[in-house]
């Protein structure tokens, strides 16, 4: 196939690992006849630098007339004092605003080289293979009114029924593809929103007779991520509970660096690494780069559901950690550490890359 993708790499070390995904999707392409044309634009600190702000026109106009955005991570020390409508994250919100993407999902799988660099018990962790499917564009973080009245301040969580009904359709037919399990997470006990999310949920989940839909409180459900995560398919929940749990689940595989994400239901997906621009490890080379290059992934599935190559990706990750590659992020906690090799961005890029080149190679 011949697509369009947009490049935006950003600040810190989302520039280092986002030229690493580059080489895997390039690599992808020519071994399976396909035709990525790559066009770069500016985002976050780097974009005000050069344009006067976090998401200009041209970068606009680059995601608008692509076919998928890979995106490194936005965010600079240097812009800390500005008020938050003028810093660089604004681009990032701006952007997926923009794209109208309300589906943002967090996979959490453990794969069996993690288990030693997680801080949980091998026990509790090994098999975790969770998917968060986050509403991404409404609650409380869009809610109106919002602000300030004298020495009080306020938020609005809303939703309607229309898109409770958009995500839970999202989280209902990723399940299909999966274990067949919904886990809706809310707090309907206490909140009106929740109960009309829990309503609508249990609507749909009468479309999708083959899924099993499960109802838990946010606040048991951060308990149960971190004492039986096995248990989780498909977590479904709104915008502010996924934020928190997904950075939570994060942790379950002892690295913000290994997660990816994709934000999807818009005109075009967009597919970036969970972590931020990582300020205290930038420019050292030493920035794990298996985040984007399993968001590069997610883009071949998602946006062009290039199945076998997506897999092809994931596999090729799973054996450089066989190897016993880490990056200094996923130093094993474990006292046996006697076979592993702490590399650098390019050498565990580099010995996906291989592994993508030759599957067979052990
Ligand atoms: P962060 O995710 O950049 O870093 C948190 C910690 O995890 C740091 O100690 C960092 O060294 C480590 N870390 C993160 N990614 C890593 C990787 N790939 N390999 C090895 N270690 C890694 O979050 P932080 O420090 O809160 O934010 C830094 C900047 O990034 C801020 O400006 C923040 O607003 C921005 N940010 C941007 C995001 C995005 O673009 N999606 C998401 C989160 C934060
Ligand atoms: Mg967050």
């Not at 229309?162 to 067949?180: C, N, P, S, T, Y």
């Not at 931020?276 to 080379?285: L, Q, R, T, V, W």
Request: with cysteine.
């Amino acid at each position: 196939m011949k697509a369009r993708i947009a490049f935006l790499p950003g600040d810190g070390i989302g520039r280092e690992v986002l030229v690493e995904a580059r080489q895997v999707l390039e690599i992808i392409a020519s071994e399976h006849g396909h035709e990525f044309e790559f066009v770069e634009g500016d985002i976050g600190a780097i974009a005000i630098e050069r344009h006067g702000e976090a998401f200009p026109l041209p970068t606009r106009e680059i995601c608008e007339s692509s076919q998928a955005v890979l995106l490194g991570a936005v965010g600079h020390p240097k812009f800390d004092h500005l008020p938050p409508d003028k810093k660089p994250e604004r681009g990032l919100l701006a952007l997926r605003e923009f794209l109208g993407n309300y589906a943002n999902l967090r996979p959490v799988l453990i794969s069996e080289p993690l288990i030693d660099s997680s801080p949980l018990k091998s026990d509790v962790v090994r098999g975790v293979d969770m998917l968060i499917v986050r509403e991404l564009l409404g609650g409380i973080y869009f809610g109106k009114p919002r602000g300030r009245d004298g020495d009080r301040a306020y938020d609005t969580e809303t939703y309607s029924r229309d898109e409770v009904r958009r995500i839970a359709r999202m989280g209902f037919k990723l399940a299909q593809l999966r274990h067949r399990k919904v886990t809706s997470v809310d707090k309907a006990n206490v909140l009106e929103s929740s109960v009309l999310w829990r309503e609508t949920v249990a609507e749909v989940a009468r479309e999708f007779t083959d899924v099993k839909l499960e109802n838990m409180y946010v606040d048991n459900c951060a308990m149960q991520i971190v004492a039986r995560p096995q248990q989780f398919d498909v977590i479904l929940t709104n915008n502010m509970f996924g934020d928190i749990l997904s950075d939570e689940a994060a942790m379950l595989g002892g690295s913000l660096g290994v997660l990816p994400s994709a934000s999807i239901g818009g005109k075009v997906g967009l597919y970036e690494p969970v972590h931020g621009s990582a300020p205290d490890i930038a420019g050292k080379g030493i920035a794990n780069p298996i985040g984007a290059i399993s968001s590069a992934a997610m883009l071949l599935e998602h946006s062009f559901g290039l199945h076998h190559e997506a897999t092809k990706i994931d596999r090729a990750v799973v054996k450089a950690l066989s190897r016993h590659y880490r990056t200094p992020d996923l130093k094993s906690r474990t006292k046996e550490k006697t076979e592993e090799r702490i590399v650098s961005t390019r050498e565990m890029a580099e010995c996906i890359r291989d592994f993508i080149r030759t599957p067979d190679a052990t």
